[in-house]
């Protein structure tokens, strides 16, 4: 059983990289915490697990910018997740450090333990920014700053080349830079000499001017780029006479030198592993082969998690007695075992984990390491079974010549021996730095995925989406065989979304065999693979495919209000200038997108593939897919029948159009370029300015002929737009211009604007704003209305009952130990009632009442009820005050005898004698009704209170024993015992009649009002001022 608070363990994911994403970390912290609740069933038994993610591809290009947002929304809008009252909560994070640092800034905020296992930065381990920040990555950037400075010194290098690669394609590899920047740093603060020279790979990848750049300056080459890359520079450095040997790349590699962290025992962890990887296929559908599987940042995530619950049980039940900053504390210089390896901590709570230095091998050939570097000590240790060598030397090469880099440092007497010697031997340092390249380059090879393999075996196949659903896929003209092989749009769910499916008919083989077929075929998988790269906002996503038994099924993005071409056609929209343009612009920009991509065309354009989303954005959809039916098509052979059915061909360029059915395969190629693009991109906007069928687009063309110019000059359309479309139309294809140059003119004819979305939002903006403003101002009179309502209700009840029933409480009996209960009387209201009206009794009544209200407040006193000429008043309930209520309600009788000096009786007009009883004891009090609901008091001091009342006289105050003994201190009054009297049901008691002692109560009155002009208003309860 778990006591105390249970852990509630929390990971952030920003972003799903394909190294330490969403998909590749979150089964690790699934796996993890199954093997914790066995481990420790007694105190982590009741451990939960929740995450949050927010969906992207890569995101830590953004600085940070998505992490505060994201984690302080969900932090405030789920409270339960972070209640230190009832749990312990504590985050973990596997991502890059851009986020991690944001996370790291909240977590100390938010008093909250975080625990990272990705990020290495070095400003984590400081204590006083990051103080709940547990920093437990394989290899810190701190480790390989040491272990490059004792490098430095063990071969008395003090001369650098920096060789930096951006690795733009790579955004989640954004560590380089900043592992860059430290070493600038490092080599500063040592005082080295070094060179800057970045490169990038995502650019030109031309190694040779990048090292010619550099061989005048250093001998001393120091390296960060991926694997791949680091064989191409070999071979580069090779060609320039940095190297020498007889096999370029296997020579070019004996002047390399490989830093890397000790990794962990893939043999011991291999059952490990596979739980990864089937977790990862059963909760995202995500599958990667068995060299994927050995992923370091994912033994890192699951070491991470291992070790938070070894030191929390360690430390139970006194963790819960720390704060989260001396929690972190008891991570640092300590020892954990796991089964791929051990573990040590520093004094900052940071990983210790020796550098191996690897050299390629003479006899294996292959790279092994050679020396182990102990961050700890500082020193080096040789591997006995791999001796250091250096390529055609027996000592380390200086980082620079002799005479110098131009032969001008020379003695005399050795200038004309190494004159001609500038660069006769280099070493290259190559630092793959940062939880194993190696690994990243694997898990990018996403060739071996499968990925693209959907199954949708849930859904029906078979059923068709409406006509009014239906894209209309006639136009993607896949046709497989002569026959005309048609592919058929079908509406399915997938993952709780709509998704299109369209089938690719044909003669097919089994699932199993079409499956191998499109493992083996590398060209198909390629495509796939860059069809999914795509991410832009006017294109449609590619699912994949779904194998069955006879037929493959492409799964795209799915269009809720059709196409393009059925929108105009059908007029279910009515256009105006704002969205004609903002379609215009979004097929721009994914045409752009598509011409600045790995594919560089479209090929198959028109307004037919152009879906509508929900939000009313265009999007481009079947890009490349007659390509992916054509490379899915084993059998297909050449046909000489027409390519593309009618309908197409008014989205076709004249070098198309002249040669259909005539040449196929040479139709296919001309269809497939960025001017048949730009071609068919003009056409579509002709529908759209003109709601016209793009066959009427031929007005548009240069050589039309006069009656069609005539139409031309007659369309509304600004004539700089029908410029610009006629050039798009020409007949030669290279005088057509660019989509950039298309892109750039438009602008200057319709500049950019906001969406179909943002537009109308626009228009309701300031609806918006004038119901705002009403609503403002209704809200305002409900408002008075209510305090109005408020205060009738608080004067008919009491206001704690008021504040009970409008909380939807039960309002329960309540017993009171003492309370002072007064009733009065008017002796001569039978008189009254008898010689006049009604009308005239209810104003007198009135009149008598009102005064006594007015003075009311200023007691601390409740009014119970009024019948006829009776009236009930009540101190100490619904509120106790202690034992006052006594003396107030002896303060607020005197008053009502004073006010009624003021009031007269309609008959004689003498002022009016009230007849006064008080007595004090226990009651209960409650509401009792649910309609027209009252505050009534039970009990026998009520009766004896009546009593006091009925044997009263006119004009004076008659108490009890009971109130006189409270009163007699007050110093408020005079008592003046009546003797003993019989009274109805009590027999004989000892009673007293009451007066003021002097001006007193005028002065305190007085007084109260001073402190309080307004206390019916102020609501406040009543403050006792002695006098």
């Not at 608070?5 to 990971?11: D, E, R």
């Not at 069928?693 to 110019?709: C, F, I, L, N």
Request: charged share 20%; with cysteine; net charge neutral.
């Amino acid at each position: 059983m778990t006591r105390d608070k249970p852990v509630m363990l929390v990971s952030v994911h920003i972003g799903n990289n394909p190294l330490y994403g969403y998909f590749v970390a979150h089964p690790v912290y699934v796996v993890a915490i199954e093997q914790i609740k066995k481990m420790y069933p007694d105190i982590l038994g009741g451990i939960n697990y929740t995450n949050i993610y927010l969906p992207g591809y890569d995101l830590c290009q953004d600085g940070g910018d998505n992490a505060a947002p994201f984690f302080t929304d969900f932090y405030y809008k789920h409270p339960e997740v972070f209640d230190t009252s009832r749990l312990f909560p504590v985050l973990f994070s596997p991502e890059c450090t851009n986020q991690v640092l944001v996370l790291a800034d909240l977590a100390r905020e938010f008093d909250l333990p975080l625990f990272t296992s990705v990020a290495g930065d070095s400003r984590l381990i400081s204590r006083e920014r990051y103080p709940t920040t547990s920093a437990l990555a394989s290899l810190a950037r701190a480790d390989t700053l040491q272990v490059i400075q004792a490098l430095f010194k063990k071969f008395h290098w003090q001369t650098i080349a920096l060789l930096c690669d951006k690795l733009s394609q790579y955004p989640g590899l954004n560590f380089y830079t900043g592992q860059c920047g430290d070493f600038r740093q490092l080599f500063k603060e040592v005082g080295y000499t070094w060179y800057d020279q970045p490169f990038n790979t995502a650019v030109a990848r031309n190694f040779t001017n990048l090292l010619n750049a550099t061989k005048q300056r250093s001998r001393i080459y120091f390296i960060l780029t991926l694997p791949e890359y680091i064989r191409m520079l070999m071979i580069a450095a090779y060609n320039l006479e940095l190297t020498s040997g007889d096999y370029i790349a296997r020579k070019a590699f004996q002047t390399l030198i490989l830093l890397t962290g000790i990794g962990p025992n893939w043999t011991a962890i291999r059952n490990l592993t596979g739980r990864f990887a089937e977790t990862s296929r059963l909760l995202h559908n995500n599958t990667y082969s068995a060299v994927d599987e050995e992923n370091e940042l994912q033994i890192c995530i699951y070491e991470s998690t291992r070790m938070f619950a070894q030191v929390f049980v360690e430390n139970y039940p006194e963790v819960y007695k720390l704060s989260s900053a001396a929690f972190i504390k008891r991570f640092f210089n300590r020892t954990f075992q796991f089964a791929a390896r051990n573990y040590s901590t520093d004094g900052n709570g940071s990983k210790i984990n020796p550098v191996t230095i690897a050299r390629l091998d003479r006899i294996a050939q292959t790279m092994e390491t050679t020396m182990i570097f102990d961050t700890i000590t500082d020193n080096f240790t040789t591997v006995p079974s791999h001796t250091w060598y250096w390529f055609n030397r027996s000592k380390a090469p200086p980082d620079k010549p002799e005479c110098g880099f131009r032969n001008n440092e020379c003695p005399p007497d050795k200038r004309g021996i190494y004159g001609g010697i500038i660069a006769t031997v280099s070493a290259l340092l190559a630092l793959a730095v940062i939880f194993g390249c190696c690994l990243m380059y694997r898990s990018n090879n996403q060739l071996k995925s499968t990925w693209w393999l959907l199954d949708i075996s849930t859904d029906d196949p078979n059923t068709t989406v409406t006509e009014s659903e239906q894209i209309s896929i006639t136009t993607m003209s896949v046709r497989l065989e002569e026959t005309s092989v048609m592919v058929l749009g079908k509406k399915w769910h997938w993952r709780s979304r709509s998704v299109y499916a369209y089938r690719l008919v044909g003669d097919r083989m089994d699932a199993k065999s079409t499956v191998n077929y499109i493992k083996n075929n590398r060209k198909l998988l390629l495509l796939m693979n860059t069809l999914r790269s795509f991410d832009h906002p006017s294109l449609a996503l590619f699912h994949g495919l779904v194998v069955e038994a006879r037929d493959v099924y492409l799964v795209s993005e799915y269009g809720p209000k059709q196409n393009l071409s059925s929108l105009l056609h059908q007029r279910q929209l009515l256009l105006d200038k704002e969205f004609q343009c903002a379609f215009c612009w979004e097929l721009i920009e994914g045409v752009d997108y598509l011409h600045s991509s790995r594919i560089g065309y479209h090929g198959n354009l028109s307004s037919m593939v152009c879906i509508i989303d929900a939000k009313y954005n265009l999007k481009i959809s079947h890009t490349a897919y007659v390509e992916l039916a054509e490379l899915l098509d084993r059998t297909r052979e050449p046909s000489l029948g027409p390519l593309f059915n009618p309908t197409e061909l008014a989205w076709k360029p004249p070098e198309v159009q002249e040669i259909h059915g005539l040449m196929r395969p040479q139709a296919v190629l001309e269809s497939r370029t960025k001017p048949s693009d730009v071609f068919a991109v003009a056409v579509i906007f002709f529908e759209i300015f003109t709601d016209l069928p793009a066959e009427k687009a031929s007005v548009m063309r240069p050589d039309t002929r006069r009656d069609s110019y005539e139409q031309l000059v007659n369309l509304e359309m600004p004539n700089r737009l029908k410029t610009l479309l006629a050039s798009c139309m020409r007949a030669q294809r290279e005088a057509r211009p660019t989509i950039k140059q298309f892109k750039h003119q438009f602008a200057a004819i319709k500049a950019r604007k906001t969406n179909i979305v943002e537009h109308i939002l626009q228009r309701l903006e300031k609806q918006t704003d004038d119901l705002e403003v009403a609503i403002l101002e209704r809200s305002n009179e409900l408002e008075k209305e209510m305090q109005r309502a408020d205060v009738l209700l608080k004067e008919i009840l009491p206001k704690t009952i008021v504040e009970s029933l409008r909380n939807h409480q039960d309002v329960t009996a309540e017993a009171f130990d003492c309370v002072t209960i007064m009733f009065s009387d008017l002796p001569e209201f039978m008189e009254i009632s008898e010689q006049s009206d009604p009308l005239s009794v209810i104003s007198f009544l009135n009149d008598v009442y009102a005064v006594f209200d007015a003075v009311t407040p200023y007691f601390d006193v409740y009014k119970v009820e009024t019948a006829n000429d009776s009236a009930v008043v009540a101190s100490g309930l619904p509120i106790a005050n202690g034992d006052r209520h006594a003396t107030e309600i002896g303060l607020f009788a005197v008053s009502m005898l004073e006010e009624a000096k003021y009031v007269l009786d309609p008959i004689a007009r003498n002022p009016i004698h009230l007849r006064i009883g008080i007595n004090s004891g226990p009651a209960v009090a409650s509401v009792i009704g649910v309609r027209m609901p009252r505050y009534c008091i039970f009990g026998d001091t009520m009766n004896t209170a009546s009593r006091m009342e009925s044997h009263g006289e006119g004009g004076k105050i008659h108490i009890s024993a009971s109130t006189m003994l409270m009163v007699r201190n007050s110093g408020h009054f005079n008592i003046e015992p009546r003797g003993k009297i019989s009274v109805k049901g009590k027999g004989s008691m000892q009673t007293f009649w009451l007066t003021a002692s002097g001006n007193c109560v005028g002065y305190l009155l007085e007084t109260r009002r001073k402190s309080s002009p307004h206390p019916e208003e102020a609501g406040a309860a009543f403050s006792y001022v002695p006098v």
